[in-house]
């Protein structure tokens, strides 16, 4: 199992800059693909990215396509959410994950589709 441990959130403003980090330990980080997620109120929780192992790979949802960049680093066994041009919608509670299982069949946009998850990280982006 793999314990995942999120920092970085914060209350901004619209059109504000913030880099969330996602510390993992146990495990073999450099294997797994890790993704990003998001929570808002009353909302069900949405995809925001992910990526894979060695960096290959990074897919993103649609509505932060553009302004967001996701990044990691093996040798801190950390993952990176940096958030540009940063919008009220937003706002949310972030989680990462990780995708320890190498036959998993889900899509890289389903929550399903990732074992290990941290505690979130609240993000606020005030008007």
């Known amino acids: 199992q793999v314990q995942l441990v999120e920092s970085g959130g914060g209350l901004v403003q619209a059109g504000d800059s913030l880099t969330l980090s996602c510390a993992a330990s146990?495990?073999?980080?450099?294997?797994?693909?890790m993704g990003w997620f998001r929570q808002a109120p009353g909302k069900e929780r949405e995809f925001v990215g992910r990526?894979?192992?060695?960096?290959?790979?990074?897919r993103y949802g649609d509505s932060v396509k553009g302004r967001f960049t996701i990044s990691r680093d093996d040798a801190k066994n950390t993952v990176y959410l940096q958030m540009n041009n940063l919008k009220p919608e937003d706002t949310a509670v972030y989680y990462c994950?990780?995708?320890?299982?190498?036959?998993?069949?889900?899509?890289?946009?389903?929550?399903?589709?990732?074992?290990?998850w941290g505690q979130g990280t609240q993000v606020t982006v005030s008007s």
């Open positions: 146990g495990g073999t980080f450099t294997n797994y693909a």
């Open positions: 990526i894979a192992s060695r960096s290959i790979i990074k």
């Open positions: 994950a990780a995708d320890t299982n190498p036959a998993n069949t889900y899509s890289y946009n389903n929550a399903v589709s990732y074992e290990d």
